[in-house]
């Protein structure tokens, strides 16, 4: 079970290297540009779109590219993941930005004490920030204060209803706390906004493996 924990956390932590180093220099000369060629038959134009939203786009570009992540090229859906990752990550302030790096790095340490202050600094500078709040989520989850993360995770989707990173995320604490059903329930709600998430997929059915089990302990029968 800890495998499985790590292989889910992976995809909060996580954040992706720059999409633009990925693709080819897609000329794009504006933001309009970017959002028409979304639409492209090419895939890897397409792509260039993403890679260019990522990195250049608003805030409101959030739903342009989530409509990516079911697009028919398995190419082009895990360039939209990453580039969602990417524009969540960006506040508009780059103090705010340059503290989230540090949280990361903190993070990914397991300096947890000092990413939570990270995080918590954060927070307090941008409280409208949801990936502040699921930054301190995810590492509060790593720490195991469960029920702090869950408080955090509620901030983010007040502020992301469709942060499938948090969604995923109720899902590994609830599986935690051995509410089968509950993680079972978010894990869903993440994979209809992002259905690539292998490791949620099998964190579904190691789940419904677990209320089999318990269930048959019990005598119960369906």
Known sequence: MKRLHILLLAATVTLSVPLAAQAQDPAFTNRADALQALGARDPQRRAEAIAWIA???????????????????????????????????????????????????????QQFGAAIATFSEVIRRKPSFAEGWNKRATVLFMAGEL???LAD?????????????????????????????KAIEYWKRALAVNPNMDGVQAG?????????????GLGVTI
């Not at 082009?76 to 990752?85: C, G, I, K, P, S």
């Not at 579904?204 to 048959?216: D, P, T, V």
């Open 55 to 109: 990195e250049h786009g608003m805030p409101s570009d959030d739903a342009a590219l989530r409509s990516r992540l079911k697009d028919e090229s398995p190419f082009v859906r895990r360039y939209a993941e990453q580039a969602l990752w990417v524009l969540w990550s960006r506040s508009g302030d780059d103090a705010v930005d340059a503290l989230m790096e540090t949280g990361v790095e903190q993070m990914q340490a």
């Open 147 to 149: 029920k702090r993360s």
């Open 153 to 181: 995770c509620d901030e983010v989707v007040k502020r992301n209803p469709n942060h499938f990173g948090a969604l995923a995320g109720y899902g590994q604490i609830y599986f935690q706390l051995e509410q089968y059903e």
């Open 204 to 216: 579904i059915k190691s789940a419904e493996a677990l209320i089999a089990e318990r269930r048959k």
